[in-house]
């Protein structure tokens, strides 16, 4: 029996039944090492030596692993066929050795381009070795991700409070996104004017001619500029003869686009299905995996992370046989079309995304898939179909009209087209080629004869303006990231999803749009650390890696070329002052930080005492506007907030939104915006009563009645039946709860605050003191949950022990400063107090490329290593 390790489980259960019973599929679960997140993982002093700790889970998947291979004849490593696969293959076998498990039986690579009976036996029928180029790009990259993530994350913690952490390839992306946004702001509007006549045939047959040229001059775009030039126009062209002077038709053929790659695949499903990258590759995975299908269980696509265009010639010979029966012969071309990837490295340009079987149509496929399922397998389907189809003939058809007025011409032009034969049009066609086809050419023109006038009917002046470039949604950015060599198929996904995860990028009705955080972080990088944000180098480095891939460059080489260069770069940064770092972020960032105020005033005056000049500032919790004559003026805005005397939110001029008065007080209401965020305020003084604004509310959704509700809280629910004590509902420093006698009790939403009533309150009340403190000595419960841990392995706490507030993270507790609000505490802070705590006491973390994974247990005979203290300095991702 020989044991079969591949990565999924759902995978596994598939594979088996396809291998019988001399063969046991056991599934890794995605990555099972990883560099610890800590200082010394990575050693440029040691040749770049690295250092691999196994997480918890993975720990005992493989023990189960060990096991299985010491009572086998042979291991078969049969994880995904990319460079991650191939690494996951590699650290199996790396810990399979180090435990002993081989004892000299045979090992040997396959890989399931689908997953399917036959595709399965041709693999295993072909088995290779480890391809040990493309492991070594694999650590080459991650080791390069690594080296700048906890580099360069801690001077961002030093000199830009708030940011979080910056990646090699997200950094890039995230340029991007902020490079589009800059150019909108800058973007001025420029009018221009269209004019069009609606024109008769002698047979009364109308159709649309758009003016091409005015006296002999041909007109571009933007030549007529305002309501009187065209009016000028439109008075001749009311007045003026028209006749066609020549008509061309030309038939011209349209050809298919070849089938899905990861990043083709992304763009269509967002356009088409409304899918995110994420969603996409959650339901292609699941396409790719296998599913039930009449009682046999396959994969119904082949493997989903691609930039290969190309498709095994047995495919193209089943697609042709599916086109003959489903389409009929005519729209079979003589000979199969072959397609040659534009990737520039063929690394993973594995087989294009098809069906595994085309004569499984979508049609028939549809009762056993869900919605989201059958709607992706029909595009992948129908793309690839049309792929091997004839082109569409479409005939094109261009009429010159020449108007005449008492000496003026004009020219107009007519465009129409017509399918004489719809070819792979009948299959699929693009959303680009729709559109294009509906904007610019429309449908038929009727007959048309050169020589013949033509009766005005209308003429019609349309105002248009032009428009600046639309911000990227996650398909177009990942076009962009492509097509400039940024990121490949396996990253894509894992690049978007840090963006938004760390907050610098918000989706908003499927457009990116950078947080204020993120635009900070990007002109940061640009101004301090500008050639490891250029779109050339970043892509360079992608050739590099793909250049170890195919054994051209040394994986060693390529790193210290790197390294000399950026820990060069890091070590300029150690003189430079915050104060310049704001000066340089003033410029970057003037349209963001200081828009133009409607009435022309300069923007860096303070609005509050109009002497001060308006500043980035940076506090313990990111950054925000602020008065140079602090503390004297109190003025402070958040960044991005508007700054006009009635701004986004209809802010006053001392920033304050004006909601409404209290009926019972007569207590004038304001919506404020202070250094620690937006709240809301009831009357003036030291006597006002003040509110945060909950979590999951945004200063644009807060109107009368909601800052009613908020700033009436605490809310007595009822009395409880055993104590008769008040039981009350609020929302306090670590969000909102249930009060009983001194015990507190979190609830989930701030809604829950205005809905319990008494008898969940008194469940709620009763479960907290049931769990409370554990008897001698137990874990407190959490006063605030800050979120999982940037790499993984947890969730990072604030508590409240013997010796007062603490941050929790797995076996480390660290002490808060004092004087510290436990509710004011950031994630960024807690990360830096677990950090010296460990430096302290030598304990660490790991984490996972593909799964947040949890520290490992080291060998016995490596304790004296384990006890050596380490640093923790940033939280890199580990995968981008």
């Known amino acids: 029996m020989d044991v079969v390790v591949v990565e999924s489980p759902a995978k596994a259960k598939t594979i088996n039944k396809y291998l019988g019973r001399n063969y046991r599929v056991l599934a890794s679960y995605g990555h099972v090492r990883d560099l610890p997140a800590k200082d010394g993982s990575v050693r440029p002093d040691e040749d770049f030596a690295m250092s691999w700790e196994v997480d918890g889970p993975s720990s005992k998947r493989l023990t189960e692993i060990a096991k299985a291979v010491k009572d086998a004849d042979g291991l078969i490593l049969a994880t995904d066929p990319d460079r991650e696969g191939e690494a996951i293959s590699w650290h199996v076998l790396e810990v399979l050795q180090q435990k002993r498990a081989l004892k000299g039986k045979p090992v040997s690579r396959v890989v399931f381009n689908a997953i399917t009976k ?53 950094s890039v992306a995230l340029r991007l996104v902020c490079d589009r946004e800059a150019e909108i702001e800058r973007f001025v509007r420029q009018e221009y004017w269209q004019i069009a006549a609606t024109l008769a045939t002698p047979r009364a047959d109308l159709f649309e001619a758009r003016l091409t040229a005015y006296e002999g001059k041909r007109l571009q775009k933007l030549d007529i500029g305002n309501a009187e030039q065209a009016n000028g126009i439109k008075a001749m062209l009311e007045g003026a003869t028209f006749r066609a002077l020549s008509v061309d038709a030309k038939p011209t053929k349209r050809n298919p686009g070849p089938p899905f790659t990861t ?150 032009r007519a465009v129409g087209s017509v399918i004489r034969f719809d070819g792979f049009i009948a299959a699929y066609t693009d959303q680009k080629d729709e559109d294009a086809q509906d904007d610019e050419e429309g449908g038929r023109l009727p007959e048309i004869r050169a020589g013949e006038s033509l009766d005005r009917k209308s003429i019609q002046a349309t105002q248009h303006s032009t428009e600046p470039p639309p911000r990227y949604s996650e398909a177009t950015l990942i076009k962009k990231m492509e097509e400039i060599g940024i990121g490949r198929p396996s990253t894509y996904t894992a690049i978007l999803k840090t963006l938004e995860d760390r907050e610098y990028v918000v989706i908003d009705k499927r457009k990116l749009i950078p947080h204020s955080r993120g635009r900070l972080l990007s002109a940061f990088l640009e101004s301090f650390f500008a050639k490891y944000v250029e779109y050339d180098f970043t892509a360079g480095l992608e050739e590099k890696l793909d250049e170890i891939s195919d054994g051209k460059l040394v994986w060693k080489d390529v790193l210290r070329d790197f390294w000399k260069d950026f820990s060069a770069a890091i070590a300029e940064t150690k003189d430079l002052r915050v104060g310049d770092v704001l000066e340089t972020l003033n410029e970057e960032l003037a349209p963001l930080i200081f828009p133009p105020r409607e009435d022309g005033s300069n923007p860096r005056i303070c609005p509050k005492c109009g002497a001060g000049t308006l500043s980035l500032r940076l506090g313990k919790y990111g950054a925000f506007v602020g008065c140079s004559n602090y503390p004297e003026c109190g003025y402070t805005r958040q960044l991005g907030d508007a700054a006009n005397g009635e701004g986004e939110n209809g802010a006053a001029e001392d920033g304050n939104k ?192 593909r799964r947040p994974a949890a520290k490992a247990k080291k060998p016995a005979a490596k304790t004296s290593a384990a006890k050596k203290p380490a640093a923790k300095k940033a939280a890199a991702k580990k995968k981008e």
Do not use: C
């Open 118 to 170: 036959q595709s399965v036996l041709d693999a295993m029928a072909h088995p290779r070795q480890i391809d040990a180029p493309l492991v070594e790009a694999y650590l080459a990259r991650r080791a390069l991700d690594y080296l700048v993530g906890f580099t360069l994350s801690p001077v961002l913690w030093r000199k830009l409070p708030g940011a979080r952490s910056a990646g090699r390839v997200q």
């Open 263 to 412: 990043s083709t695949l992304q763009q269509a499903a967002s356009s088409r299905l409304g899918f995110s990258a994420v969603r996409t590759m959650q339901v292609a995975q699941r396409l790719y995996e296998g599913l039930d299908i009449g009682g046999e269980t396959a994969g119904l696509i082949t493997y989903m992370r691609t930039d290969g265009v190309q498709i095994a010639p047995e495919a193209i010979s089943a697609a042709r046989g599916a086109i003959a029966k489903e389409f009929g012969e005519k729209y079979l071309p003589e000979k199969p079309r072959y397609y040659s990837a534009k990737a520039k490295n063929a690394q993973e340009a594995h087989e294009a995304i098809r069906p595994t079987d085309f004569s499984r149509t979508p049609a028939a496929m549809r009762k056993y898939l869900d919605a989201d399922q059958a709607r992706l397998y029909e595009m992948i389907w129908k793309r690839a179909i049309a792929s091997q189809m004839q082109p569409a003939e479409i005939e094109r058809t261009t009429v010159e009209i020449e108007a005449l007025n008492s000496g003026r011409t004009a020219g107009l």
């Open 658 to 849: 004006v909601l409404g008065k209290d009926p019972y007080t007569n207590e004038e209401i304001t919506l404020r915006s202070g250094r620690f965020g937006p709240y809301l305020q009831r009357g003036e003084g030291k006597d006002a009563k003040r509110s945060s604004l909950p979590k999951g509310w945004s200063p644009d959704s807060i109107d009368h009645e909601k800052a009613l509700a908020l700033l009436s809280l605490p809310r007595d629910v009822g009395k409880h039946p055993e104590t008769g004590k008040m039981i009350s509902a609020g929302l306090g420093r670590y969000g909102p709860f249930v009060l009983h006698d001194g015990t507190y009790a979190n609830l989930e939403s701030i809604e829950d605050v205005f809905s319990i009533g008494l008898n969940r309150a008194v469940t709620v009340i009763a479960d907290k003191q049931s769990k409370g403190k554990a008897a001698r000595g137990g874990t407190p419960a959490a006063l605030k949950d800050l979120g999982e841990h940037p790499d993984g392995g947890g969730k990072v706490t604030v508590r409240d022990g013997k010796y007062g507030p603490y941050v929790n993270f797995a076996k480390v507790n660290a002490t808060l400063p004092k004087g510290k609000d436990p509710a004011s505490i950031t994630m960024e802070e807690a990360l830096v107090l677990i950090a010296e705590r460990e430096a302290k006491t030598g304990s660490g973390k790991s984490n996972g490329a």
